[in-house]
Structures are given as C-alpha cells and as structure tokens.
C-alpha cells in the first residue's frame, strides 16, 4: 500500500521562504506524476506544481517564478520549494502521487503567511 508523508509546513512571514516534502512508501508501479495541491478554507483543491516521471513540470500561474517542484528518484520524494511567499498562499499544502492504479493523496500539511 502506497503512503505520503508530508512535512515542511508552517508559519512564516509574507516574503519568507518554505520547503514542502513529500515522501512516498510502498510499492510504487507505473509512476506517472507527483505533486502538490493547496485547499483554501472552504474552497477545492487546486493545482500547485507537479513533476511527471521524465521530469516535466507545470505550475499554477499564482505560483510560477516563486515555487519550484523537484524529485530525488532515489527517495521517491517530492519537495516543494516556495519563495516570496504571500498571505494568499495561506491554505493546507496537499501531495498527490498518480500512478498507472491510482492516485493517493497526503494528509496535508498547514503553511500559514502572516502579513
């Protein structure tokens, strides 16, 4: 059984900077992508980045030029790098791993920016 691991979140001021981190567990056939979603309170879940298995990217147009995706293979582990980080990001960071089977999702993590 496939399982996510996050962390990284936290409370940090607008402009500062967070890593996300998402470790996968398990067996894992058929990667196909890796990435991670946000929920606003009381909203959906929408898009952040994700990376594919030869490592394209795509990104939200909120985020691009301020997050970078990357994967270590090796660690079957996602991070997320966030940088100028603005209140509006404020919302519970998912990661979503897709594979040929399934699609699992982390249990979140909070990133909270104060202005």
């Known amino acids: 059984q496939v399982q996510l691991v996050e962390s990284g979140g936290g409370l940090v001021q607008a402009g500062g900077s967070l890593r996300l981190s998402c470790a996968a567990s398990g067996s894992i056939v058929g990667f196909r992508t890796m990435g991670w979603y946000r929920q606003f309170l009381g909203k959906q879940r929408e898009l952040v980045a994700t990376i594919s298995s030869v490592g394209s990217t795509d990104y939200a147009d909120s985020v691009k030029g301020r997050f970078t995706i990357s994967r270590d293979n090796a660690k079957n582990t996602v991070y997320l790098q966030m940088n100028g980080l603005k209140p509006e990001d404020t919302a519970v960071y998912h990661c979503?791993?897709?594979?040929?089977?399934?699609?699992?999702w982390g249990q979140g993590t909070q990133v909270t920016v104060s202005s």
């Open positions: 979503r791993l897709a594979t040929a089977r399934q699609i699992v």
